[in-house]
């Protein structure tokens, strides 16, 4: 399915439209509906399941989104955080350098200088997209925070954060305290980010707010024990430096414990690229042929990691791979550095050792881009109805509840609804239309179980309390018990979680 006509059906059923649509809409801003507010906090939920039921010392926390100035220059985030933009002399639009040489150059711009991305313009002759004019300037940095006046002078700075983890790394010390004073120590955040992009664009994938899922895993540098044994021989489709070097965009499958012996990569990045592809693969459903382990140069990377991998998924309604997540190995650096803006040695004494400062290795996830995501991969048509084949622990909708006929039926129907509810399953009562168009309704929203209540469910008789149960994958049929429904339904709705370690 195309980018729009995938947008204009989500639009369509309440997932997701532009913001302030009434007044035309705002750039990279994003309202979600029912359907799409229910699928982002089951996406959430099976995030946090997984990755931080990886252990017992892992957890969430929910931190302040507004952030300091001094934060964000300890961080870097004054200095670093930064777009090249190129500004048409025309038109006097203003574009992404990423953006504009997309088509010359799709491995993007990540480590080159601002001479360089120019000199590219120029030998490629590149367009202004606007009225095709040749006048593109030299590209600038744009830093992408949003600042704010803050406090009752406006003479001070405060920025919204640009990124979730710094949250994490603020809270570090007061976890330290709070927990077992032990390592390694998880710290997960949910919640907005901010970045003023360029140029917003592919809807949930250059967004001005957005939601991320992270993960900041705090450790010994000195010894990080997982047990790789589990993983040691599973296959990650992976996209490393020199083979990209060579013009090879194809993932090849590699045993994850090659990726030790021979490539150069911990144990511990390793045992969690494994865990980040059975989550994309097992969890959300991406099939396995289409999820990419996209290795970061020195150059491309961010300026905080000394290892870096984006999860990329290929997605039709974009044409090709796009970054859903990653795995960052980022070292000391944000400990050292807010240690340093702070003023306040943030090392620990675990019970026996000497004092040290831990390193980071941070699961980072875009709740939005995957909501994108999931529905380029599972939402199509089959035949003559639309479906949304969503892993049944991620539908919006779990059961869909339906009088045969309203006038006779309808209170039965709605009582079993509530009852469902209840019982914690997302239940929707719908009495509109024929019982075809209803099932209709349903499967383009992913529900993957519906009820209806008829004549036998009333009558005395061995059919008494039973309803029929239909299934969206399959679209079979069968009489099942009122007693019996919650057994049948509640596994499904349990995203999967791994072993801890």
Request: one cysteine or more.
């Amino acid at each position: 399915m195309k980018n729009e006509e995938l947008y204009a059906l989500l639009r369509r059923r309440g997932v997701l439209w532009p913001s302030a649509e009434i007044y035309g809409g705002t750039q990279g801003l994003y309202d979600y509906g029912p359907l799409g507010f229910a699928l982002k906090r089951r996406v959430e939920e099976a995030w946090a399941a997984w990755f931080v039921g990886l252990s017992h010392d892992y957890h969430l926390i929910e931190p302040a989104e507004i952030l300091p100035e001094a934060v964000v220059r300890a961080s870097g985030h004054l200095e670093n955080f930064t777009d090249p933009e190129v500004t048409c002399e025309s038109c006097h639009s203003v574009f992404r350098a990423e953006t504009v040489l997309e088509k010359v150059r799709p491995e993007g711009v990540d480590g080159l200088t601002p001479a360089q991305i120019g000199e590219i313009l120029s030998s490629n002759h590149v367009k202004c997209p606007t009225c095709a004019s040749l006048a593109l300037s030299v590209p600038r940095p744009f830093n992408l925070m949003f600042g704010l006046d803050w406090g009752v002078t406006g003479k001070e700075r405060a920025y919204l954060r640009p990124e979730t983890a710094q949250g994490s790394y603020l809270s570090f010390s007061r976890m330290w305290d709070v927990g077992r004073r032990a390592l390694p120590l998880g710290i997960a955040v949910i919640g907005k980010a901010y970045r003023n992009e360029i140029a917003p664009r592919q809807v949930l994938f250059r967004m001005r707010a957005f939601t991320q899922a992270e993960l900041q895993i705090f450790f010994d540098p000195a010894g990080f024990s997982v047990p790789f044994d589990r993983v040691r021989d599973e296959l990650l489709p992976v996209l490393r430096v020199d083979r990209r070097e060579r013009g090879e965009e194809a993932p090849e499958l590699v045993r994850a414990g090659d990726l030790v012996a021979s490539g150069g990569l911990p144990e511990f990045y390793v045992y969690h690229l494994v865990h980040t592809v059975r989550f994309f693969r097992d969890v959300l459903g991406y099939p396995a042929d289409r999820i990419r382990l996209f290795e970061k140069s020195d150059k491309e990377r961010a300026f905080y990691n000394r290892i870096q991998f984006d999860v990329e998924v290929r997605l039709e309604s974009l044409s090709g791979y796009k970054e859903l997540g990653a795995v960052h190995y980022r070292g000391d650096y944000d400990l050292s550095r807010h240690s340093q803006g702070s003023g306040k040695d943030l090392s620990v004494h675990p019970t026996g050792r000497e004092p040290l400062l831990p390193h980071v290795l941070e699961l980072t996830f875009g709740v939005d881009r995957n909501i994108w995501g999931l529905s380029d991969l599972h939402l199509g048509t089959e035949g003559e109805r639309t479906l949304w084949k969503l892993p049944s622990y991620l539908a919006p909708v779990a059961v869909g509840v339906f009088p045969l006929i309203a006038k006779e039926h309808a209170p039965y129907a709605l009582a079993l609804a509530d009852e469902l509810a209840a019982l914690g399953i997302p239940a929707q009562y719908d009495a509109g239309s024929s019982i075809g168009k209803r099932y209709a309704r349903m499967d383009e929203a992913g529900t993957p179980f519906c009820l209806t209540v008829d004549g036998e469910t009333l009558a005395e008789g061995p059919t008494k309390d039973t309803v029929t149960l239909r299934f969206r994958d399959t679209r079979t049929q069968e009489r099942v018990a009122r007693t019996d429904l919650a057994a049948r339904i509640l596994p499904a709705l349990r995203p999967p979680r791994p072993a801890r370690t």
